[in-house]
C-alpha cells in the first residue's frame, strides 16, 4: 500500500469517527436561573422561581393568573419529582415525569408509569395506570414563533394500560433555548382536548 493509500484511509476514517461522534452527541441537562422564563402558545408561561444545589421549582401561570401550579424539578435531568399545593411539598405523580431525563442523545429510550383517578367520576372509580414511553429520535432544525433552533426530536407514546386507548406526540428540546420549544400530538381521539404548542419567547437571568 502507498503513502498515499495510507493517509486516504486515514483521513477516510477520522470523518467516520467525526461523524460518529456527531451522531451520538450527550446533551446533559441545562442550567436554569431564578427568573428565566418560557411564554408558549396561548401565552401560558413558565417562570424559575427558586433553585438550589438539587432542585429548580417552577411556577406554571395561565395567561389571565388566574390558575397556576408549581413543580419541582431534579437539578441533574429535570425530572419532575415533586409539587408544592398549599405551602406544602408532595410527591409527583403526573405523566409528564420524565418529559425530560437528561442526558439525552440519539436513540435513547426510557419507560415510565403514573396513577390517576378520573376527576370525573364518582367515588369507586377504579384508578387507572398510565404508560409512557419516549424515545430520541435525532437531530433536526425546527422553526417555532421564537425563532430557528437546532432540537433533539423525541417521540412519546401514553397508553392506558389494560385498554386498547393510546396516542402518540412528538416534542422537541433545545439547548439554545434550555427547554422544549415545540409539541405536537397524533390527531387521535385520545388526545382529543389537548392543543398543539410552541414557545413564542423566552428570557434568560
Not at 9 to 30: K, N, T, W, Y
Not at 135 to 150: L, Q, S, T, Y
Amino acid at each position: 500500500m502507498s503513502t498515499r493509500q495510507k493517509i486516504f484511509l486515514v483521513l477516510l476514517a477520522m470523518v467516520f469517527i467525526g461523524g460518529h461522534a456527531s451522531a451520538q452527541e450527550r446533551i446533559d441537562a441545562p442550567v436554569w436561573n431564578v427568573g428565566d422564563k418560557w411564554t408558549l402558545t396561548f401565552k401560558d408561561s413558565y417562570t424559575v422561581k427558586s433553585a438550589d444545589e438539587d432542585t429548580y421549582t417552577v411556577l406554571w401561570e395561565n395567561v389571565s393568573g388566574t390558575k397556576e401550579s408549581t413543580t419541582i424539578y431534579s437539578r441533574s435531568n429535570l425530572n419532575a419529582i415533586g409539587i408544592v399545593e398549599g405551602g406544602k411539598r408532595k410527591e409527583y405523580q403526573g405523566s409528564r415525569r420524565k418529559f425530560l431525563d437528561f442526558p439525552l442523545y440519539a436513540g435513547k429510550t426510557c419507560k415510565d408509569r403514573s396513577v390517576s383517578r378520573p376527576t370525573r367520576s364518582g367515588i369507586g372509580d377504579p384508578e387507572r395506570i398510565y404508560l409512557h414511553e419516549f424515545k430520541v429520535i435525532g437531530w433536526e432544525d425546527v422553526e417555532v414563533k421564537a425563532g430557528k433552533f437546532k432540537a433533539l426530536k423525541i417521540e412519546y407514546r401514553q397508553q392506558i394500560s389494560g385498554r386498547d386507548a393510546s396516542g402518540k406526540a412528538w416534542y422537541w428540546y433545545s439547548p439554545e433555548v434550555k427547554n422544549i420549544v415545540k409539541m405536537q400530538y397524533e390527531k387521535v381521539r385520545f388526545w382529543m382536548s389537548i392543543n398543539d404548542w410552541e414557545v413564542i419567547s423566552f428570557e434568560f437571568k
